[in-house]
């Protein structure tokens, strides 16, 4: 059974930094690009960030509202995916899933408030 | 960037009924290399995660009924859903995963009439 499952949100003061961690199983984690997602609450998706695998070393994506912000990495021998967000901002606030495309997390709720 | 423009953005239908969501990228989405169209449909149903249905414009995700149909190419994509049922009931997302960074439409609401 394929598993995505994320972790590290909460309240978060403005211009602070979080690190989200996505732990996955049940596919060949390295074999696959991973990305982040989010979510405001009551709007639409955006993309992002994503991580290529080795084969395509390591090349990293960012959307234009997060670059130079967030970092995302992996770990393929842990399975884990990570996004990195420092100087956050209260329009960061909203739910962020890892996903591959096809398989997603349930997601985690991050809240930029002081 | 590439624009992803839906339309509508909600709409209200009876069980049964055949339902059409429109997609507009503001680039050309079709691979010359390929002749495939980088194109993906998603459904997010309320309080859940988004769940793949349609990638490469056109092909079903497995395990996705086949009353879910997706088509177009280049500009102009559509999502049909024959005989709607109850539990398609959600929000609808179309995606370019033609160039960085990847841009979602606005979504389509789909609701009960």
């Known amino acids: 059974e394929v598993k995505l499952e994320e972790s590290g949100g909460g309240l978060v003061q403005p211009g602070m930094s979080v690190k989200l961690s996505c732990a996955t199983s049940?596919?060949?984690?390295?074999?696959?690009?991973m990305e982040w997602v989010r979510q405001a609450p009551g709007k639409g998706l955006e993309w992002v960030a994503e991580?290529?695998?080795?084969?395509?070393?390591?090349?990293?994506y960012y959307g234009k509202s997060v670059k130079g912000r967030f970092t995302i990495s992996r770990d393929d021998s842990k399975s884990i995916v990570y996004l990195q967000v420092n100087s956050i901002r209260s329009e960061d606030t909203g739910i962020y899933y890892c996903?591959?495309?096809?398989?997603w997390g349930q997601g985690v709720m991050v809240t930029v408030s002081s | 960037d590439i624009v992803m423009t839906q339309s509508p953005s909600s709409l209200a239908v009876s069980a049964g009924e055949t339902v059409t969501i429109n997609c507009k990228s503001s680039?050309?989405?079709?691979?010359?290399?390929?002749?495939?169209?980088?194109l993906a449909w998603y459904q997010q149903k309320p309080g859940q995660s988004p769940k793949l249905l349609i990638y490469?414009?056109?092909t079903r995700e497995s395990g996705v009924p086949d009353r879910f149909i997706g088509s177009g190419s280049g500009t102009d994509f559509t999502l049909t859903i024959s005989s709607v049922q109850a539990e398609d009931l959600a929000d609808y997302y179309c995606?370019?995963?033609?160039?960085?960074?990847?841009?979602f439409g606005g979504g389509t609401k789909l609701e009960l009439k």
């Open positions: 996903t591959t495309s096809d398989y």
């Open positions: 049940g596919f060949t984690f390295s074999d696959y690009w």
């Open positions: 991580i290529r695998n080795k084969a395509n070393n390591y090349a990293t």
């Open positions: 680039q050309s989405l079709l691979s010359s290399g390929n002749q495939k169209n980088y």
């Open positions: 490469l414009a056109s």
């Open positions: 995606q370019q995963h033609y160039s960085y960074p990847r841009t």
